[in-house]
C-alpha cells in the first residue's frame, strides 16, 4: 500500500559507488555515502520530484557499530515516497552533511537527532540540543546510554513477570532518585553553566541604535514555559523592536517524556496506551498512526469491520480537535473562552462515545494490530448517528456564523502570517497548514491508507497562505469530516473486529516500517524498526506538532508580538507530540 | 451573604432566634476566615500535559468547578492560591515548577493530579522525568487516574476544602510570626543532571564513592 516503492531508475547506477540498496531483509531503499548526501538529496528532489521531506530521524545499530540517519521523501503531487539512509560510523564525533539547504525542514528534525544521538550535522545553521538542556550528560537514545532507573534492556522485566519481585526504582538507582552522575562528580566544584547561553548567542544580536536623536534598544521577551497562550510549556525567545518581532526561537523539551527510549523497551502492544499520551486530543488518530506501522511490518489485514470503525473514531477525533483548536485560536485573539465553551460542549458528546467504546474519555487505546479492541454497542451507534446527521453539522454551521465575518477576527486573521506554497512545502509542514498555503495534499487521498479510498470527500483547501483560510480550513474539513462519517455510519460492515487473536506478545519479522495518517494537526507518522526480538529496535514518531513549528520564525518575523501568539494557536500544537 | 451561607457557618448547639435568621450567626473565627478561603480557591493557570485538559473540561460547560468557587484561573502565581500540576513533571521544567511555587503568596496549596504527577506515572523510569511533584513540593491531595477525570479533579479539589476546614488561625504558618513568611523551596538547577541544591552533599558523598577504585559499590 504505502510502502516506499523502490524507484524505477536505479539511483546506484546513477551514483555509483556512492549509493546502493539498502538489501538488509525486511529494509528497503537506498543507502547513500555521507559525501554524496547531498548531492543525491538534490537529484532526487529536482530530478525525481521529491520535493516534500517528510521525516528524518536517527537510528543506532550498535550491533554494526554504525550510526544512521533515515529519510521518508515523498511527492507533493502523492504517491508513495523514498526512503534513503545514510551511514556512519559509530564513532565520535559523528559527522553527516546537513539537509537543510535542500529541505529547510529538516532544521528541528536533524537538531532533534544531535540532541538524542550525538550525530553532528556539518553546515546545519543552528546546531543546538533541543529536548534535552545544553549541558545535559550523553545522547540518550543512543543504545549504550542508561538512564538512572534503568531496570532491563527490555520488558517485561525478569523482576516483574513471571514472579513479580519488583523493587523500587528508587531503590536500583545509586543516587536514590531518578539522577546520575558521572562518578567523581562534585557538585560543589561543578561550575554552573548557563543552558540559556547558546540560545540567546543562536538569537540575532539585539543592539541599540540612534534613530533621530532618540536612542533605542532591541528588547528580548522570553514567552513562557508558563505562559497562557504557549497551550502548555512550549517557550519561545523573541527580539522585539517595539512591538515588531525581529527574531524568534522556539525552545521546548519542557515536556520531553522520553516516548522513544520507553517505547524501545517496550514490547509491541505496550506502546499502544503511550500513543494516547502524544497527541492527547487525539488517541485515536496516534493509534492508528502505530498499528499501521506494525500491521505493515507484520504483513497483516485489518478485519473490515474495524476499518471502518477506525475511520469513524479518527474522523470524530478530527472534528473534536478542530473545534477545540477554533475555541483556543479565539482565546488566543481575546474572546475569553465563550467559542472555547461551545467546543468543549461538543467534544463532550464525542468523548462520551470513546468512553463508552473504549473505556477512557482522553486515553483510549482503542486499537489493536489488526482491528480494534471493542465493538460499538447499538447505543453508541446511535449516539454517533445523532452526532453525525443531526447535530455535528449543525454545530459546525453555528461556529461559521457566530464567528467568521466577526470583524475582530476578520482584521486579525485575514492577510496575516502568510506562508506560501513553496515554504509550506520546502519547511514540511503538513496537515491543515499545508493544505491553507494552496497545497492539496492530504495522505487520506495521496498515499490512501484504511478504506479512505472508498468514501467521497473532498481535500479542503484555500489559496490565500493567510491565518483567516488557516481558520477556515478547519471548518471546511470539519464539513468533509461529516461527510466522510456519513458514508462510514451507513457502510459499517457487520462482522469480526479483529483479523488476530488478541494476544499479549506478537511476532513481528525483522525490518522497518514507516506509517503515516492524516492526523487532525498533520501527518503523523511512526518509523518502527524491528530486529525479529520481542521490542522495536528503533521507535520514532514524525509528529506534525514539532515538524509544523519549523516555520514559526519565517510566519513571525516582521509580525506584531500579540500576532506571534495567534499564529502559534493557529498552527495547533500540542506538547504532548510536540516534545514527546 | 444569602441565608444558607450563614445557616452554614452558624455553629451546631446555638440557636437562632426566628426573627433573626439570616442576619446573624454564632461561630468561630476560624470557621469565617476558613469559609472565605474554602469557597474562593483560585487555581493557576498552568497545565503540564494530558491531564491540563481535564482541567480544561472541569472548568468548562458540564462539570463547572466554578460551582465551588474555582473557577478564577490565574495566569500569575502571585494571584493564585493553588497550584494543580497537572501533568508529568520533567526535570527541564522543574527548575520553572519551583520558582513557580516559590512566587505564590500564602496561603499556598499543591494538589498533584494524575499518576505522573504523584510519582511519575507511566513515565516514571524516563531519563528527563521527575518521579513525582513530591521530590521537591509539598502536596496536599494527590488525585489518582491517567488522566483523573473531571469529577476525580472536583472531588480532589473538594478534599482540599475539607483540608482548608480543618486549619486554624492561631497555628498556621503564614500567621505565626516565628517562622518564615512564605514556604520556599530552593530552585533546583540543571547541569549535567538535575541538581537538587538540598542533596548537594549527599550527590557528592555518592559519586566520590563510585569514583573509588576498585568501587565495590558501583553495581549499587
Given amino acids: ?580 | 451573604m444569602k441565608d444558607e451561607d450563614l445557616r452554614d457557618l452558624n455553629l451546631p448547639g446555638y440557636e437562632i432566634p426566628p426573627e433573626l435568621a439570616g442576619q446573624l450567626a454564632i461561630t468561630t473565627l476560624d470557621r469565617v476566615y476558613n469559609f472565605g478561603r474554602r469557597s474562593s480557591i483560585w487555581p493557576m493557570m498552568f497545565g503540564l500535559a494530558c491531564c491540563a485538559i481535564e482541567m480544561i473540561c472541569a472548568q468548562a460547560g458540564r462539570y463547572d468547578m466554578a460551582r465551588f468557587g474555582m473557577e478564577v484561573m490565574r495566569p500569575s502565581p502571585r494571584q493564585s492560591d493553588v497550584m494543580i500540576v497537572a501533568g508529568t513533571v520533567t526535570k527541564k521544567m522543574m527548575p520553572a515548577i519551583v520558582r513557580l511555587y516559590n512566587q505564590m503568596a500564602e496561603p499556598k496549596y499543591v494538589v498533584a493530579m494524575g499518576a505522573c504527577a504523584s510519582g511519575g506515572g507511566p513515565f516514571k523510569e524516563g531519563y528527563n522525568v521527575v518521579a513525582g511533584i513530591d521530590k521537591y513540593l509539598p502536596v496536599d491531595v494527590y488525585i489518582p487516574g491517567c488522566p483523573p477525570t473531571p469529577q476525580a479533579l472536583v472531588a480532589g479539589m473538594i478534599k482540599l476544602q475539607e483540608k482548608i476546614d480543618k486549619q486554624s488561625i492561631k497555628h498556621v504558618r503564614w500567621y505565626d510570626g516565628k517562622k518564615e513568611d512564605s514556604v520556599a523551596v530552593a530552585i533546583p538547577y540543571l547541569g549535567p543532571d538535575l541538581i537538587d541544591p538540598r542533596r548537594i552533599p549527599e550527590i557528592k558523598a555518592k559519586s566520590m564513592e563510585l569514583a573509588q577504585p576498585p568501587a565495590p559499590a558501583a553495581e549499587a
Fill in chain 1, 1 to 580: 500500500m504505502a510502502t516506499p516503492a523502490t524507484e524505477t531508475l536505479d539511483l546506484a547506477v546513477k551514483f555509483p559507488g556512492a549509493v546502493r540498496a539498502d538489501t538488509r531483509p525486511g529494509f528497503s531503499g537506498w543507502v547513500v555515502a555521507p559525501e554524496k548526501l547531498l548531492e543525491f538529496a538534490a537529484f532526487v528532489r529536482d530530478e525525481l520530484g521529491y520535493d516534500y521531506l517528510v521525516n528524518l530521524c536517527g537510528v543506532d545499530n550498535l550491533p554494526e557499530g554504525q550510526m544512521e540517519v533515515v529519510y521518508n521523501v515523498y511527492k507533493t503531487t502523492g504517491g508513495p515516497g523514498l526512503i534513503f539512509k545514510t551511514q556512519a560510523a559509530r564513532v565520535d564525533p559523528i559527522e553527516i552533511p546537513s539537509l537543510v539547504s535542500i529541505w529547510p525542514g529538516a532544521e528541528l528534525q536533524e537538531r532533534e537527532a544531535w540532541d538524542m544521538y550525538g550525530i553532528r550535522f556539518s553546515d546545519h545553521p543552528d546546531l543546538r540540543r533541543i529536548l534535552m538542556w545544553e549541558g545535559f550528560a550523553g545522547f540518550p537514545l543512543r543504545k549504550d546510554w542508561k538512564e538512572a532507573f534503568h531496570d532491563e534492556e527490555i520488558k517485561p522485566y525478569k523482576s516483574r513477570w513471571p514472579d513479580g519481585k519488583h523493587t523500587y526504582a528508587e531503590k536500583r538507582s545509586a543516587y536514590g532518585d531518578n539522577i546520575n552522575f558521572e562518578p567523581g562528580f562534585d557538585p560543589e566544584k561543578w561550575v554552573p553553566t548557563d543552558p540559556e547561553e547558546a540560545l540567546y548567542a543562536a538569537l540575532k544580536k539585539y543592539k541599540s541604535e540612534e534613530k533621530d536623536g532618540i536612542k533605542t534598544d532591541h528588547i528580548i521577551v522570553n514567552m513562557g514555559p508558563q505562559h497562557p497562550s504557549t497551550h502548555g510549556v512550549f517557550r519561545a525567545v523573541v527580539i522585539l523592536d517595539g512591538e515588531t518581532v525581529l527574531s524568534l526561537k522556539p525552545v521546548m523539551g519542557y515536556l520531553h517524556r522520553n516516548h522513544e527510549k520507553i517505547g524501545e523497551r517496550n514490547t509491541f502492544l505496550h506502546n499502544m496506551p503511550y500513543t494516547d499520551r502524544l497527541d492527547y486530543f487525539n488517541s485515536m488518530t496516534n493509534n492508528w498512526g502505530y498499528s499501521m506501522a506494525v500491521e505493515k511490518l507484520m504483513g497483516i489485514q485489518v478485519a473490515e469491520r474495524a476499518e471502518y470503525i477506525r475511520v469513524i473514531m479518527s474522523e470524530l477525533s478530527r472534528i473534536q480537535n478542530h473545534m477545540i483548536l477554533i475555541g483556543m485560536l479565539l482565546n488566543d485573539l481575546g474572546a475569553y473562552f465563550t467559542p472555547a465553551l461551545y467546543a468543549f460542549e461538543e467534544r463532550e458528546l464525542i468523548l462520551d462515545i470513546f468512553e463508552a467504546v473504549s473505556g477512557s474519555r482522553m486515553m483510549c487505546n482503542y486499537f489493536r494490530f489488526g482491528g480494534v479492541v471493542r465493538d460499538i454497542d447499538e447505543t453508541s451507534l446511535r449516539k454517533i448517528k445523532d452526532l453525525v446527521f443531526d447535530r455535528l453539522p449543525r454545530k459546525i454551521e453555528e461556529f461559521d456564523r457566530l464567528l467568521t465575518e466577526n470583524e475582530i477576527i476578520v482584521s486579525r486573521l485575514k492577510g496575516q502570517a502568510i506562508l506560501t506554497s513553496e515554504d509550506a512545502i520546502a519547511y514540511s509542514m503538513s496537515g491543515p497548514m499545508l493544505r491553507a498555503a494552496g497545497v492539496p495534499y492530504d495522505i487520506r487521498r495521496a498515499d490512501p491508507y484504511g478504506v479512505y479510498d472508498r468514501f467521497d470527500f473532498d481535500v479542503a483547501v484555500r489559496h490565500n497562505c493567510d491565518m483567516m483560510d488557516r481558520y477556515l480550513i478547519r471548518l471546511d474539513e470539519m464539513h468533509q469530516s461529516v461527510r466522510i462519517l456519513e458514508q462510514a455510519v451507513r457502510q459499517l460492515p457487520e462482522g469480526p473486529i479483529s483479523s488476530q487473536k488478541p494476544s499479549y506478545q506478537i511476532k513481528v519479522p525483522a525490518g522497518e516500517a514507516y506509517g503515516r495518517v492524516e492526523g487532525p494537526k498533520g501527518e503523523l507518522g511512526f518509523y518502527v524498526v524491528s530486529n525479529g526480538k520481542a521490542n522495536p529496535w528503533r521507535y520514532h514518531v514524525r509528529t506534525p506538532s514539532f515538524v509544523n513549528l519549523t516555520a514559526l520564525e519565517k510566519m513571525c518575523v516582521g509580525t506584531k508580538i500579540a500576532d506571534f501568539v495567534a499564529i502559534l494557536g493557529s498552527i495547533d500544537i500540542v506538547l504532548g507530540e510536540l516534545d514527546r
